[in-house]
């Protein structure tokens, strides 16, 4: 059985949390997420999980944090201001290795800025935000289905990866409603953590041949120490050179290694297109209407839709790109995405089409540009 | 009557930061500081197992085991 | 050593603290408050800040969690949250707690979720070498307070109780029989408990205040504590500048948790 029905974008999200298998959220209310904390506070008592609401944003992702070292699938929702403030914390997440779920519903900044509009200005805060080297991985949903099941891939890639998932939403997809459709007997799949094998000696932080320990929770009986410091396989503070350097280059390197695996992109109509749209989020659905549009008047355009945003696979966009007459990065920010494209596609010109007022970046303009470029 | 209660201690040097707080503190004066400032059992035979050095030493290095005087 | 602490405490030692740092009195006489209490080690976490006092968490053998800057309580309110049965500890140290964690330490005692939270008060910021902190005493000298400190110190207990926590009580290194007790107590007791604890600081706060050598410091907590008893029968004229130890609030309040598992039962049996 299935129910059509009209969904919000960041309902969607709590419903994918719970369909992931969540049973723990920690917020603060904050424009333009609100409505995903409303969405938990209503469907986790009905179905056991926790919702705490808690002090300030950096309490929330201390919260999940803790619960997740205690076992249990956590999350939090949050926008600009308060996705600052997470910043420590997700480093604290990237170097203990414990998997959480970031959703920041984007609006206009920098500070308090422009609380309900919306934005594409979290890209780059989302992959450096936090201090020292690091990976993490970051998805972009389109649509209001799309924000469902990327919020269950988000939890997905915690699991499998343990590390911080930033969902970065554009407050236009978070406050969108459409049509939403899941069908009852569709179970899609879960990745749970890999737990300590029964008998073996646990090395909480063993530098195994996947880059990936496996995590044993609190409670199961492993004693362990968790650790923001510099930490040796054991988990304990250690400054040793070669400790450290193995260390962050094993964060570093679980992600980035596998950008085949977790990297997804969409492609509309790119084969024989000669303009290449780049674009993610709501900004990609203005950009396949101004592809289509381009094309009724016999200019070849494609879409490349990225829905990873971090890791950046250098090796595809530098492929896809190659042989085109033009590179368009539309992106509602000061060309946060572009700069990664830029530096990776050499022989082709890349452009960058900027927006930062709030408003969602047309087709016209779309189509604009690219009459100005050709 | 009760018979008096008796302690052996020792200290276990290499944990010992020499901060002198047993010593000080021991009320049968069962301590002396070592040229290096550690402490030293001088005189076991005072011990009453009162445990102060025990539970106030930092660095969990003095320990009383009370003696059975049966 | 001995069996209590080949028990609770990992075989890492000797620990990173000063010579007469009263962080190991105060762990020495939890891992006798952890004796008493019987609590499975499995089924007990341990969370701490960042400072010295932080560090403890490294060398207890319990689910350890060593957090960031003033964050241990957000940690384990969802460890707690999360997993009513874990018997959950944090350790904080004054700066740690009352300064960066301000905001986390109301709101904490204000839920009132069972856990036990004790603050180690040497009244300086020892790891980064002896500024002042929200708790140091007005007058004292500190690496940023050269001249004496001019700002006002909370008294942590008082914030506890009028933010709301269940248990406060304090307690110092030199009483370390009693330190134990008021652990037991305040672990024993159904929600949040604050046990603070005066401890000594030779290295960044004794020296700038004319008490380098640790018993020294020591004698000064032992000169300027009164016990609750004594309190009572004093004029706030002779309490100016003492410390009052002892169990100093205790309320049977609506626990956290149990309230959230109240909530699940009626919603799930149907209620609104």
Aim: hydrophobic letters at 40%; a negative charge; glycine letters at 8%.
């Amino acid at each position: 059985m299935s129910k059509v029905r009209l969904v919000q974008g960041n309902e969607a999200c709590a419903l994918g949390a719970i369909a992931a298998g969540a049973t723990f959220y920690a917020g603060y209310p904050i424009t333009p997420s609100t409505e995903v904390a409303e969405q938990i506070a209503v469907l986790f008592p009905k179905i056991g999980g926790k919702f705490i609401q808690m002090e300030d944003e950096i309490a929330s992702i201390g919260a999940i944090i803790g619960a997740s070292a205690a076992g249990h699938k956590s999350f939090t929702a949050t926008s600009g201001p308060g996705f600052s403030l997470m910043q420590e914390l997700i480093g604290y997440a990237a170097i203990t290795e414990i998997p959480t779920v970031v959703i920041d519903v984007m609006r206009p900044g920098p500070s308090t800025g422009l609380p309900t509009l919306s934005s594409q200005g979290d890209i780059q805060q989302a992959r450096w935000g936090t201090h020292g080297d690091h990976s993490i991985i970051a998805l972009s949903p389109s649509s209001v289905m799309e924000a469902y099941y990327e919020t269950i891939q988000a939890f997905n890639l915690a699991e499998k990866y343990r590390t911080p998932v930033v969902l970065l939403m554009d407050e236009e997809i978070g406050h969108l409603k459409e049509r939403f459709e899941v069908n009852d007997e569709e179970k899609p799949e879960i990745i749970n953590r890999k737990a300590p094998e029964p008998g073996k000696e646990y090395i909480p932080y063993e530098n195994t041949e996947d880059m990936i320990p496996p995590f044993a929770v609190f409670g199961s009986g492993y004693r362990y120490h968790i650790t923001g410091l510099t930490h040796g396989e054991k988990g304990f503070y250690s400054s040793a050179l070669p400790v450290v350097d193995a260390m962050i280059r094993r964060l570093w390197h679980k992600i980035e290694d596998r950008v085949d695996d977790i990297c997804r992109f969409e492609q509309v109509d790119t084969a024989d297109a000669e303009i290449l749209l780049i674009a993610y989020g709501s900004t990609a659905r203005s950009a396949e209407e101004a592809a289509e549009v381009l094309r009724a008047e016999g200019i070849k355009a494609g879409v490349l839709r990225p829905i990873t945003i971090w890791p950046f696979h250098d090796q595809y966009i530098a492929e896809i790109c190659q042989g085109r007459k033009a590179i368009i990065v539309p992106e509602m920010n000061m060309g946060q995405y572009v700069r990664e494209v830029q530096r990776v596609v050499q022989d082709v010109p890349v452009h960058s089409l900027t927006r930062v007022d709030g408003e969602m970046i047309t087709p016209t303009e779309i189509t604009a540009m690219v009459k100005e470029v050709l | 009557m009760l018979a008096k209660k008796q302690g052996h201690v020792t200290v276990v040097e290499k944990l010992c930061k020499a901060c002198g707080i047993c010593i000080a503190l021991c009320p049968a004066q069962v301590f002396v500081a070592a040229p290096d400032g550690r402490a030293r059992v001088a005189d076991q035979e005072k011990c009453t197992a009162c445990r102060i050095c025990e539970m106030h030493c930092p660095d969990f290095c003095v320990e009383v085991e009370e003696i059975d005087n049966e | 050593m001995n069996a209590l602490y080949e028990n609770y405490f990992r075989k890492n030692l000797p620990h990173i603290w000063c010579s007469g740092c009263g962080n190991g009195i105060v762990m020495s006489a939890f891992a006798r408050a952890m004796e008493q209490l019987g609590y499975d080690k499995n089924k007990t976490t341990a969370v701490s800040g960042i400072g010295c006092s932080s560090r403890i968490t490294g060398y207890l053998d319990l689910n350890t969690l060593h957090t960031a800057h003033g964050r241990a309580l957000p940690f384990a309110t969802g460890v707690k949250m999360s997993e009513p049965e874990m018997n959950v500890f944090i350790f904080m140290g004054d700066g740690d707690c009352a300064a960066i964690g301000g905001n986390h330490f109301i709101h904490a005692c204000r839920r009132n979720m069972d856990m036990t939270a004790i603050v180690i008060n040497n009244h300086i910021y020892g790891m980064t070498g002896g500024q002042f902190s929200p708790l140091t005493p007005f007058g004292k000298k500190a690496t940023t307070a050269p001249y004496g400190s001019v700002d006002p110190a909370f008294d942590l207990c008082e914030l506890a109780k009028g933010a709301g926590a269940n248990f406060v009580a304090r307690g110092n290194v030199y009483h370390a029989k009693q330190l134990t007790d008021l652990i037991v107590a305040g672990a024993r007791h159904k929600g949040f408990s604050l046990i603070e604890v005066m401890a000594t600081c030779p290295v960044s706060y004794g020296r700038h205040n004319k008490m380098p050598k640790p018993i020294e410091l020591m004698n000064h907590i032992k000169e300027n504590t009164v016990s609750l008893a004594r309190a009572a029968k004093m004029t706030p004229e002779e309490l100016e500048g003492k410390v009052v130890n002892g169990i100093l609030h205790q309320v049977d309040g609506k626990e956290y948790c149990q309230e959230y598992q109240n909530l699940l039962d009626r919603i799930q049996g149907g209620g609104k």
